[in-house]
């Protein structure tokens, strides 16, 4: 599904130049889980935007698919990510003017969804969520573990064939991001691919493999199961 | 998807309430005085526009040389309409109008002055007028009838149809109604409420090609064109008046606001006023939309989180740049109901202001069109800036919720913008300034005659019959202080003429002297000084072929000591007998010209009465009673001449009184920007301020700090503003003959006020900044 090879991406400022990913290659096969780890600034998020179609990388080439998409602009990029892409973020980002409800509708809106069929999207996706209760409630009336019950419900609504999740469990205690972590391991079990990049061993175990990186470069990878 | 971006723009506005009720009131406001100006241009390009095919219809002026400068005249002589109808094949009707006058109606035990005129023949077949009863067009060619409107015929009728029926017109001759016409529109340049053929006030002097005196109009035929009617007319002159003069045609629905003309060709008029306006509500809506568009920009940050979620689950730019247009049309949307509310509340003060009865029908097609496309025009101009912004940025930076700093500049161009506002806040003030400056001085400048406790009687009936015996009973009264008479009012000479000659004149020099008769006393009376010579008098039996004159009249002769010299003018040869000082015979927009005063006191119309200081109140009952005596079928009417005085600057009152509100209403909208921008910037530098604090600096330094940024735009302002209001107002007070000077101390006056009113405004929020408690601000990050 995903294959990276010798990707680059550069940070410049008017004197220096930062190199975040460093010639970086690899797979992802449909139906993988895959963990990304790694200290902090060793370019894990900056790999997640690009692989997330949110940033473009300076060299090398990134096949989604079958299709070569680095050089996409914005508007290929958008379209390619709204019907394939979902994203889990560790800050959650739900908008905080809009209820659950809406929160989970808005990529079906953009994907020209009907009124009628979302409605029924929706709540079967609440459901599933355990969080149909809610859906009136806007995001800052809820629990962290709610709120990222209601990301992970936003990303998987459109029945995306990638979940990109950032620290999915970052903001979250220990029964709660188990709870997360569960709901993507079912997710994953039913065919959905998923890349998450993370700092906790534990979380990581939930993934058949993991890469582990350092300067913008993978330096090993285990398979674990 | 629509229902999706109103119900967050409908939640971003009631969680922001401050800057919410600052952006729509802001956009209220602005939108309040465009459909405010809209209405009142809608009415007044409406003029003359309701005649059936009014596009046939032209007014005519003529063209011709003096001293080598193309003049062109309103007023036309009596026998050209019938010379346009008879030599001008595209012609097909043509009609003179004499000059609108009130006067009385008697029918029965009703009286009361109406409003008319006398018209030729063709009147009806220019004008179509549409009639209640009996036919207007047969009615007005008929001797001895008279065609009337609704109005006339419900006041003096009531109840019975007034067809047929006598009135006696001027307590003079009487005529039978044979029509009744609809009531003119008030949007009609010519205004009657009863109209009698010309061929009853024609005499023998009017006949004549050099009297000047009457308003011609013209219907073509359909199909004709006007050029080659212009062509065809110039034929005329040569043809029967041997004198160089052009007909031109001005079609009608141009009367109202092209009425100006500069060597020959249409130059503006009130056009002018009307384009001042639309650009003065331009700005205003400018500068409400500039207050959105920094507010939108200045809290972009706090939205960009929401666009880049919304951008990560699949949004396109467009469908985001569609969202914050949306967001800017609600916003426009609310400002509009209110500005519509303002409009309603104001209408009729606004009606009466400017002397129309202006109305606001939602209904009408064309109004409901202008309302929405104000609406779509305030949004998208509040609204497109912000949203291309917002829109703009990677999901990526919005996530992390920081944006770069000086991303499209944005910081940049709202300081601009700041300045643009303030540029035009500023311009207002010095423009109302100098208005106010120049008005006060025409109120108060010296004419060089009294107008202070002068009343003007209009001589009608038996006071115009009995003036001799009725001066000497107002001289008798102890409240007057002297009486005379004249033909018109002494501060608007209107009439004049070119038969001016003495001895040594160059044959070729061309003349136009203002002519105005007067009866005795005149000088006296208007407390005018001589610079030689004396008044007319009763006791030279030769004064009244004689001729006083101003200093203008002097200076033209070129003669040193004109008294006793001969000149020759309408009296035939005759001496000059005295030299008034010069004063004003016009408003000040008019130069003084040269004038002639001849002593006629038959020719007069008014009654001029001085009264005694602090004894008005008592000359006018004894004017009323020495009136009901003499004058018993006509009401008591009068005028105070400062009164009258102040009616030649009705267009600039009006003008001074616009631009004093739209100025402050400007300043209200740029400060309320300001206030909203101040209060947000000391809101996203609290860090720094707590910062600042705890390393030692002083409430003073803070507040400071956070004003000195706005004081420093507004100075920019300042500094372009000034130049600008100087040219513009330099070349207002140009259009006066007599004006006061700009002075350096309006441009600091201006300018001061600006500073002040944004300082007090920033610095209210720099001071709360900065007397908050350094250890919250610090702790919140």
Redesign the interface.
């Known amino acids: 599904m995903i294959k990276i090879t010798d990707l680059e991406k550069f940070y410049r400022t008017e004197e220096v130049q930062t190199v975040a990913l460093n010639k970086l290659s690899f797979d992802v096969k449909e139906g993988e889980f895959v963990a990304v780890m790694g200290p902090s600034g060793c370019g894990k998020s900056t790999l997640l935007?690009i692989l997330?179609l949110?940033?473009d990388p300076d060299g090398g080439s990134f096949i989604f698919n079958g299709i070569e998409v680095s050089g996409f602009n914005?508007?290929k990029r958008?379209?390619l990510?709204?019907?394939n892409i979902g994203?889990v973020?560790q800050s959650f980002?739900?908008?905080?003017?809009?209820t659950v409800f809406?929160n989970v509708e808005?990529?079906l809106?953009?994907?020209g969804v009907k009124a009628a069929d979302r409605k029924e999207r929706v709540h079967e996706v609440l459901e599933k969520m355990q969080i149909m209760h809610r859906k009136n409630h806007f995001p800052q009336q809820l629990s962290g573990g709610q709120q990222q019950r209601v990301a992970v419900a936003?990303a998987v609504v459109?029945n995306p064939k990638l979940i990109l999740a950032d620290e999915p469990t970052g903001n979250l205690d220990s029964s709660n991001g188990n709870e997360v972590m569960d709901l993507l391991t079912e997710l994953n079990q039913q065919g959905t691919t998923i890349v998450m990049v993370t700092h906790s061993e534990h979380d990581a175990k939930f993934s058949h493999r993991i890469i582990r990186m350092l300067d913008g470069q993978k330096v090993t990878e285990n398979i674990l199961v | 998807m629509i229902r999706n971006y109103f119900k967050i723009a409908w939640r971003n506005l009631k969680k922001n309430k401050f800057y919410s009720i600052i952006n729509i009131s802001g956009l209220a406001l602005g939108m309040f005085c465009s459909l405010l100006i809209w209405f009142w241009v809608k009415d007044e390009m409406s003029y003359d526009r309701f005649y059936p095919d009014y596009e046939d219809i032209y007014y005519v002026r003529c063209n011709s040389d003096f001293n080598g400068k193309v003049v062109t005249s309103a007023l036309t002589p009596s026998p050209l309409a019938e010379a346009l109808k008879k030599d001008v094949p595209e012609v097909a009707f043509a009609t003179k109008l004499a000059y609108n006058r009130d006067l009385l109606i008697n029918f029965g035990e009703k009286a009361g002055k109406e409003n008319g005129l006398y018209a030729s023949d063709d009147f009806f077949d220019v004008f179509r007028l549409p009639a209640i009863a009996g036919n207007p067009k047969d009615a007005l060619a008929s001797p001895n009838h008279i065609v009337i409107t609704r109005n006339v015929a419900e006041k003096y009728f009531r109840d019975i149809s007034p067809l047929g029926k006598t009135i006696r017109l001027n307590n003079d001759k009487d005529y039978i109604v044979g029509a009744v016409i609809e009531n003119i529109p008030s949007n009609s340049t010519v205004q009657l409420d009863w109209v009698v053929n010309f061929k009853e006030t024609e005499q023998e002097w009017m006949q004549l090609w050099g009297n000047t005196m009457l308003r011609t109009y013209v219907r073509l035929h359909p199909e004709a064109a006007p050029e080659n009617a212009e062509t065809n007319m110039k034929g005329i002159y040569p043809k029967y008046a041997d004198m160089d003069v052009f007909p031109i045609l001005q079609p009608l629905k141009n009367v109202r606001l092209y009425s100006d003309y500069k060597n020959g060709k249409p130059s503006g008029g009130g056009i002018e006023y009307i384009r001042i306006f639309m650009i003065v509500a331009l700005f205003i809506l400018a500068i409400a939309c500039i207050n959105f568009m920094n507010m939108a920009t200045a809290r972009s940050s706090l939205r960009a989180k929401e666009v880049g979620i919304r951008k990560v689950v699949g949004a396109a730019r467009n469908s985001l740049f569609k969202q914050f247009i949306s967001e800017s049309i609600l916003t426009s949307l609310l400002g509009l109901l209110l500005a519509l509310g303002l409009v309603k509340l104001t209408l009729p003060a606004f009606s009466r202001f400017v002397r129309r009865p202006i109305e606001m029908d939602i209904t009408d097609p064309t109004t409901l069109t202008s309302i929405i496309a104000l609406l779509l025009i305030t949004g998208f101009l509040s609204g497109s800036y912000p949203a291309l912004y917002l829109s703009a940025i990677s999901p990526i930076h919005n996530l992390k919720n920081k944006l770069k700093p000086g991303f499209f500049n944005a910081a940049f161009l709202r300081k601009s913008l700041v300045v643009f506002q303030f540029t035009l806040s500023i311009f207002l003030i010095i423009s109302m300034i100098v208005i106010n400056g120049q008005m006060q001085y025409m109120r108060s400048e010296n004419l060089g005659l009294d107008r202070e406790r002068v009343l003007s009687i209009p001589l009608e009936g038996e006071l115009y019959n009995k003036m001799e015996p009725f001066k000497q009973e107002v001289l008798r009264s102890a409240a007057v202080e002297n009486a005379t008479t004249s033909a018109m009012l002494p501060i608007d000479i209107g009439s004049s003429s070119g038969d001016l000659s003495w001895p040594g004149k160059d044959p070729d020099l061309q003349t136009n002297v203002s002519v105005m008769h007067v009866g005795y006393d005149f000088i006296k009376t208007m407390n005018i000084e001589l610079a030689a010579g004396r008044d007319f008098s009763k006791d030279f039996r030769t004064d009244s072929l004689a001729y006083l004159i101003n200093e203008s009249t002097a200076e033209l002769m070129g003669m040193e000591d004109p008294v006793g010299q001969q000149i020759s003018f309408w009296n035939g040869e005759a001496p000059v007998i005295g030299m008034m000082k010069d004063f004003h015979i016009q408003s000040l927009h008019m130069p003084i010209t040269p004038l002639i005063l001849c002593l006629d006191p038959l020719n007069s119309s008014h009654m001029l009465v001085k009264t005694r200081a602090g004894k008005t109140a008592q000359a006018i009952q004894d004017l009323e009673k020495l009136t009901r005596k003499f004058n018993p079928n006509y009401p008591f009417e009068y005028h105070f001449l400062d009164t009258e005085y102040e009616k030649l600057y009705r267009t600039d009152t009006m003008i001074s009184t616009l631009i004093k509100y739209f100025g402050i209403l400007a300043m209200v909208i740029s400060v309320m920007g300001l206030l909203a921008l101040a209060a947000f910037t000391a809101e996203q530098r609290t860090k720094e301020i707590g910062i600042r604090k705890v390393l030692g600096a002083s409430v003073t330094n803070i507040v400071t700090l956070l004003s000195g940024n706005f004081t420093r735009l507004v100075l920019i302002s300042i500094v372009i503003a000034s130049p600008v209001a100087w040219y513009t107002m330099h070349r207002w007070l140009n259009s006066f003959a007599y004006s006061i000077e700009l002075q350096w101390w309006m441009f600091i006056l201006a300018g001061s006020v600006a500073i002040l009113i944004a300082w007090i405004t920033v610095s209210g929020q720099s001071i709360k900044a900065a007397t908050a408690n350094p250890v919250k601000s610090l702790r919140s990050e």
């Open positions: 935007n997330g949110l940033d914005e508007r958008a379209n990510r709204k019907h994203f973020f980002n739900l908008i905080d003017e809009l809406e808005l990529p809106i953009y994907t936003r459109n």
